[in-house]
């Protein structure tokens, strides 16, 4: 396939920061991670593989509220959620609520890559993960960190998690891809899932742009915020940062709070967010990456 855009990547570790905690760890590993991703794309990776790296990297850094930074709900059990979605086929995978399976963007790439379904959720999923040979979590209590900038309180309390995890990109051959993977809301009852893993929801790519989001999900989800952009864009013609800030105002009309990262396949990125910061970071080819919390 011969070379027909100019990359583009961006990364966030979820809306909403305290403005009176230290996040130069995470500014520092938000520095590191887009110069990797700057380089696998430079060197031809698929925007699918590169959200993937990105995602897999957010997650085990225990950094942010996914992967191995989630807290448990309200049972003790840690349920984490996850999709991944390439907007050339277009295909897809998520999961929800897996409580073993170690890189829920890897299961949710499994689950794309060798099944005829896009969703697999709670015991099932842990099941098809390890029968695919995805490793498992052997000891939680030693696997699971606090995130930067989280107490041990805070998780019990019913709010914005402040670290779902998610990446957006456009390959050198136009191909768009989306991933977001998270713990969910702080305080969660057992069994609650939000906008993350929902196609179209939390998670949305296609020819024409590339989604992932961040927030109230129960908002999000009444907003069917990702889809919602891509269809503001494709039926009236609007371009990205209008269409993503519509959405984005529908959440805060219906109350909610958060923020989104997006590509359109003209290359151009968004990230809006109306929550009080957003973990993010964004590149494109030929230009510095930008890094900012606040
Ligand atoms: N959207 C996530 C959820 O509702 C939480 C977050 O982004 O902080 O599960």
New binding site residues.
């Given amino acids: 396939m011969s070379k027909t855009s100019r990359f583009a990547l961006a990364i966030h570790g979820?809306?909403?920061v305290k403005p009176d905690r230290d996040y130069s760890e995470v500014e520092a590993h938000l520095t590191k991670l887009i110069a990797h991703g700057e380089t696998m794309m430079s060197e031809g990776a698929s925007a699918v593989a590169t959200v993937e790296t990105m995602v897999i990297e957010l997650e085990q850094s225990g950094l942010y509220?996914a992967g191995r930074g989630a807290a448990p709900s309200k049972s003790g059990r840690y349920e984490l959620?996850a999709a991944i979605m390439d907007g050339d086929g277009p295909r897809a995978g998520a999961v929800a609520s897996v409580s073993r399976t170690r890189s829920p963007i890897r299961a949710a790439r499994t689950v794309m890559d060798t099944s005829p379904y896009i969703m697999f959720v709670g015991e099932g999923a842990d099941a098809f993960c390890a029968a695919q040979g995805l490793p498992e979590v052997e000891d939680a209590e030693s696997w699971y960190r606090l995130p930067v900038g989280v107490s041990a309180k805070e998780t019990q309390m019913n709010e914005?998690?402040?670290?779902?995890v998610g990446a957006v990109a456009l390959d050198s051959q136009g191909r768009l891809a989306a991933a977001t993977s998270?713990g969910?809301?702080f305080g969660?009852e057992a069994g609650r899932?939000?906008?993350?893993p929902l196609i179209g929801v939390?998670t949305f790519a296609s020819r024409t742009v590339a989604v992932s989001?961040?927030?109230?999900?129960?908002y999000?989800m009444l907003a069917g915020v990702a889809r919602d952009i891509e269809a503001r864009m494709t039926y009236s013609g609007r371009p990205l940062a209008d269409a993503a800030q519509a959405s984005l105002d529908a959440v805060a009309r219906l109350g909610g709070d958060?923020g989104l990262i997006a590509i359109a396949a003209s290359g151009e990125i968004v990230m809006p967010f109306n929550s009080p910061g957003m973990k993010r970071a964004c590149v494109r080819e030929g230009e510095s990456p930008k890094v900012s919390v606040l």
């Fill in positions: 979820g809306a909403g509220v959620d914005l998690s402040h670290g779902t998270t969910g809301l969660k899932v939000g906008d993350t939390g989001c961040t927030g109230l999900g129960e999000f958060g």
